[in-house]
């Protein structure tokens, strides 16, 4: 963590020295020292942190070095604040910057004594530094000591101790891998085992290398623990060790002094005419798998390799080749969690009554990680089955046993590696998931613009800052450390989440180091220096101190809906959290912004979203920093023409609340002459110009008129929505090639052949969604149009009568839904040309249709068109609800 913070100031340092070297005058000299200072050291921290849990000393340093980072933060935000120039014009602007520069003066010298305060602290930090380098940076830099590497693999011979009866869920997966290794391919082979620690990668590769069938097919066998701390030649003469003793023959003398190449050829030459089976348990990085892949012969003999990893593109890259093979694993279900759980706990005899309540409760903690319910299994067999308080406890107690000195350390250990293992940045990003409560869908849109309104985005030419956040969430997904849970047709990532016992381990690493704190009433004690605070469902009266929270840099409410008043956070604001960059208010109860927020020099991400706040202030003209604007959810229907100051806005997301009867109440709000003059604006209403685009009119009667007034910058787009009349579909919608999903509602688009034809130009349109979109009697799907499109919903087309879809049309598409068109009495002509159908949905269609399909002949003309669909569904609206009726089966029997 110190790694990180240290890593994020160096950055901030280096474009102060670059940017603002001018207004930094005298005090240039000491900037520069403290980053030259915190640069060289910043090298051995990762080492640092890594020992720091067995050795107080080293870890009181890191704990030195992080408050030093922080307070060197603390003083140049201070700065900017102080020295920033409005843009005041005239006599009143001229008396302004008299009246801030005798101001500054006072300002300039307090910040030079603390910037001189910190500069005797890093040189005291540093000297220290020096001692600890000696003592321990040499043997370390560029690879880790033999005492870290062999209690990473303590670590994981734990993984192991699950014994052969406790087993639950692994027979399908043991006998699918082992019909990988068995089938008769003669090229070296290698199958990939995934997932997240605890998961049961190891345990998985350990049953099926021990398997008798497996061990008889190979001449040669080993199995080499990896590790993070990879070294090449430790890990080739560990192999050559067991090769050797296999064969019960001494390992050649010679061995010892060989460099890597020699060694490989040694390996190399040895199991050329061996049939050998390897396993790589552990491996963390594609360099070690492309170093080790080098060793191994392919000798046309059927040799295998077993590799288990935590991340998804080394599992990748050792599987390039059609034959090799991943295995992604899965948490246990529910029914395998709730037996594993029961013959760990009650040795098979089944869970007491009295206690199936509490128990379903911490099953659901671990969600299906067999570890995780192993060891939650064998704190539980220790406590008195009749005293259920004392298994309450356990549950209750659930954060404070992962937090090293409780029963589940083992665990909490084995998913530090991952935490250990990410680069600085990706560290601040997952540790600030942590102001999340415990199953809160995580908005991906969301934290990507927290993480880049908190400076966690280290900027790259030619990629935006949204491109990066989301390359960074994507690398966390790739480490298995963040969980996917919801995506769009597209692909696109939509909600996130994050394993139980892996959010309890960043929410104790996060408040132990003061970097988010989690306050669940006011009773709670707030550390004064934490930079991230979450308001989990607050309720109370305030602590002492509760406004003096000077170093914040976000707040989150989540579940205040009652307390968060206007009243409260006018005190919690005034005179405390100056440095504020993110303040996120969703569902607070608030009539009107309070006039803090708009003294927030640093505010760069505000969200309202849910609040009852229905007008924008002028005021919002001062927070000339603010990038991201969230007005979601609120009855705000105009925004101020002071809007136009904020150059730096890059999203504005404002839609308001209404009668769902009305489509139009959904949607939209006026927006000032001159918005296009925010240059900097990529996402406007719930859009991102570089990835998406909401546009919506506010009557009904009202018609878009997008031929000309859109942004050219919207090359990238790849989503689409547009509510409201058109005259016709705009030329740049057609030009969007990248384009992946098109929501047009209420276009109502006049009868023409290309009016919705011309849509099947866009060459990776994968969703077509049409709400009201079309006014025309007959609707066609000519030929070679619609190439990628995978699903199609027609919706309240009510003049429609018939749809054809031509041979060639849409060859991929996977789902069709017609709802709401009532003229139509027959099926859609040419659906047998749609060979990769898998669903066809009429819902809220005529009598005379439904009654047709329900009803078919085998050796009608329709049923040869529907026959080859695998689920053909019917639906009514019924009392609020759809009542569908799946047809399929009626279908098959004819």
Known sequence: MAESVVGFLIKQLSTLLSQEST??????????????????????????????????????????????????????????????????????????????????????????????????????????????????GTQEIGSSSSHVASADCDIRDQALLIEEAKLVGID???????????????HLKVVSVVGMGGLGKTTLAKKVYDDAAVKKQFQSHAWITVSQNFQFKVIIKNLIQQLYEEIRQPVPPQVDSMDGIRLSEFVKDFLKERRYILVLDDLWTIDAWEAIKYVLPDCNIASRVVLTTRITDVASASCLTFHNFIHKMSPLSYEDSWTLLCNRTFQSNGCPSNLEEVCRKILKKCEGLPLGIVTMGGVLALKDKDKIDEW?????????????????????????????????????????????????????????????????????????????????????????LIQVKETWDDGKLVNCGLHDFLREIIVLKSKERCFTTIATGYSTRWPDKVRHLAIHNFTGNPPQGFSSLKCLRSVETFGNEDSLTTSFLSKFLCGGPKFLKVLNLTGAELDNIPKEVFKLFHLQYLDLSGTRVKIIPKSIGQLQNLEFLILAETTIMELPVEILKLRKLRSLNLYGIGDYSNNFALWGFKSPDGIGKLTSLERLHNIEADSELHICSIKEEETLDLQHSVSPRLGFLTRLWLNGHLERVPEWVISLQYLGTLVLLNSELSEDENAIGCL?????LVHLFLLRAYEGETLCFKAGRFQKLQRLDLVQFQRLKWVRVE?????????????????????????????????????????????????????????????????VCTGHWINGDWKTEILSEKIGKG
């Open 23 to 136: 207004l930094l005058g005298g005090l240039r000299p000491d900037v520069q020292f403290i980053k030259d200072e915190l640069g060289d050291m910043n090298a051995f921290l990762r080492q640092a942190e890594a020992k720091e849990d067995n050795d107080s000393q080293l870890q009181q340093w890191v704990k030195q070095v992080r408050e030093v980072a922080y307070d060197t933060e603390d003083v140049l935000d201070d700065f900017a604040i102080r020295f920033a120039h409005g843009d005041a014009d005239g006599f009143f602007g001229r008396v302004g910057k008299i009246y801030n520069s005798i101001k500054n003066l006072k300002a300039r010298h307090r910040i030079s004594l603390e910037i001189k305060d910190i500069k005797a602290r890093v040189v005291e930090v540093s000297a220290r530094h020096q001692r600890y380098q000696s003592l321990y």
């Open 172 to 186: 399908q997966p043991k006998k699918e891998l082992i019909s990988k290794i068995l089938d008769d391919h003669s």
């Open 392 to 480: 309450e406890m356990i549950f209750r107690g659930f954060g404070s046993e992962v937090d090293g000195s409780g029963k589940l350390d083992r665990i909490r250990k084995i998913l530090l590696l991952s935490y250990s293992d990410l680069p600085h940045h990706l560290k601040n990003c997952l540790l600030y998931l942590s102001i999340y409560p415990e199953d809160h869908p995580i908005d991906v849109d969301e934290i990507l613009g927290k993480w880049i309104a908190l400076g966690f985005i280290e900027e790259e030419e030619g990629m935006t800052a949204t491109d990066i956040a989301m390359r960074y969430l994507k690398e966390l997904v790739n480490r298995s």
């Open 760 to 764: 099947g130009h866009l060459p990776n």
């Open 807 to 871: 041979e060639a049309s849409m060859p991929n598409l996977q789902e069709f839904a017609i709802v709401g068109s009532k003229l139509m009495t027959g099926l859609p002509l040419g659906l047998q040309n749609l060979i990769g159908l898998k669903f066809l949905r009429l819902f809220d269609m005529c009598d005379e249709l439904i009654h047709k399909v329900q009803n078919l002949d085998k050796q009608s003309e329709d049923y040869q068109t529907i026959s080859h669909i695998p689920q």
